[in-house]
Every structure is written in C-alpha cells, then in structure tokens.
Nanobody, 117 residues
C-alpha cells in the first residue's frame, strides 16, 4: 500500500506561483510512475507532470515551461512548482503513484488550486 497526502493548494492571482507537496509513505519499490494529475470542473482528470522510473519526466503541453516536478527522496516528498499560473490552471490537483494499472494506482485526496484573473 502507498499513502499520498497533498498540501500547498490555495488561491492565487494570474501570473502568480504555488508549490504543491505530496508526502509519500508505504511501499514504493515497485512503483514506476509518480506525479501529478488535475481535474477541472466539468472536465476529465488529466496528466500534469510525471516522473517515470525515477528518471524521465513528462509534462502536459499546457504546462511546459511553467511547471516543474521534482522529488526529494530523503524526505519522501514530491513537489510541483507552478509558475505563471493562469485561470485555466484552476483545478483539483491529485498526487499519483502507480503502474498505470487501476489495481496498482494510488491517489491522494487532492488539493484545490484556484487562479483568479
């Protein structure tokens, strides 16, 4: 089992920055991917950024150059630094860890990010 707890969401004006954190606990030795998804009102959950096999990173086109995913293995924490935020970034952001198989995917409860224009 893997437990994920997000923090750092909130409200910010367009152009501002936020950093999300995700505390990770449990058995992650066999986990292939760790990252962040988001779900805006009325929309499907979408990938924001992910680290695969502890190395390569992938970002949604909409956040490239603005968001940065990182991990601190010593603190068992992953982060999402979000800069130049836009109103369309408003969503609930979910921390993810898993193997891209529903029975082997773990999710945090989510943290709300609201960007005002």
């Amino acid at each position: 089992q893997v437990q994920l707890v997000e923090s750092g969401g909130g409200m910010v004006q367009a152009g501002g920055s936020l950093r999300l954190s995700c505390a990770v606990s449990g058995s992650i030795f066999s986990i292939k991917g760790m990252g962040w998804y988001r779900q805006a009102p009325g929309k499907q959950r979408e990938l924001v950024a992910i680290i695969i096999n502890g190395g390569s990173t992938n970002y949604a086109d909409s956040v490239k150059g603005r968001f940065t995913i990182s991990r601190d293995n010593a603190k068992n924490t992953q982060y999402l630094q979000m800069n130049s935020l836009k109103p369309e970034d408003t969503a609930v952001y979910y921390c993810y860890a898993g193997n891209f198989i529903p029975t082997e995917d773990y999710w945090g409860k989510g943290t709300l990010v609201t960007v005002s224009s």
